[in-house]
């Protein structure tokens, strides 16, 4: 049984229709891959210049879930009053925060990130950043919002000791250009979901639990975008020598 996914979403995607993104299949979702909670965005909210309206509805939607649905909202840093918007979220139950730096155009260096990831750490909610939610040969003409940069991670690592990172549909490649570049102490900062990692015939999965180690995996499917099955399977096809992982708690980074 997995404790956590933090890596799914509800709602409707801007460039392709996704089926029954709803709360009520979701729990179905869950409970047919032996997931006992998710954390959970609201696709429409990346692509809207302001996220209030978009939480809102969020928090409406899972409300006859919350034993196993929490929300992970979305948070402008550019924003007027982002503060007050950050400690509303957590006074509503929020288990994280999500950002979407490469949509709003802001450089890997851009110190209202690096306020967010610091202020999120004080109220003890991680900061969720995914890599991608299309490959880049599938999106549609008009989504031109390019992929988080390493170095965006790498920033937001070195931000301090309180900045917890999540962050979801990254490569292996992508892992070791963040993960390599940091101190320990910066690495035990961030966590790596599983949903974009690679099982047979790269056994990209075996590669990272040999090197950076289970503990800064969690698992993750970026359900509705992606299919569940795919991480369970990737862990199932692991090689013999490769012992099956325990993932890290989400919902303990600031344990």
Known sequence: MIGVDPS??????????????????????????????????????????????????????????RTRLAAAPVIRPDYPQWEKAL????S??????????????????????????LACGSRRLPLVLTVRLEDIRQRHPLDTAGDLSAATVRSLARAGDGARLIVCAAGKDFIEEVHWGLTPAEQRRVVWDISWIWGPPEDHLAKLLRTIGEARLVYGTQWPLRL????????????????????????????
Do not use: C
């Not at 460039?15 to 047919?32: C, I, M, N």
């Not at 979407?100 to 450089?107: C, F, L, T």
């Not at 569940?228 to 344990?255: C, G």
């Open 92 to 117: 509503e139950g929020a288990a994280a925060i999500r950002a979407w730096p490469s949509h709003w155009r802001m450089a890997a260096d851009d110190l209202r990130l690096r306020d967010l990831a």
């Open 8 to 65: 799914v979403f509800i709602g409707q995607y801007a460039f392709r229709h996704v089926p029954h993104p709803d709360p009520e299949v979701l729990v179905r979702v869950l409970d047919r891959e032996r997931i006992e909670r998710a954390w959970v965005g609201y696709l429409p909210t990346v692509h809207h210049r302001d996220p209030s309206p978009g939480n809102a509805e969020l928090q409406r939607l899972l409300k006859p879930w």
């Open 228 to 255: 569940t099955q795919s991480p369970a399977a990737n862990i199932e096809l692991l090689p013999d020598d490769v012992a099956r992982p325990v993932f890290a708690d989400p919902s303990k980074l600031f344990d």
């Open 87 to 90: 400690d509303s979220a957590a």
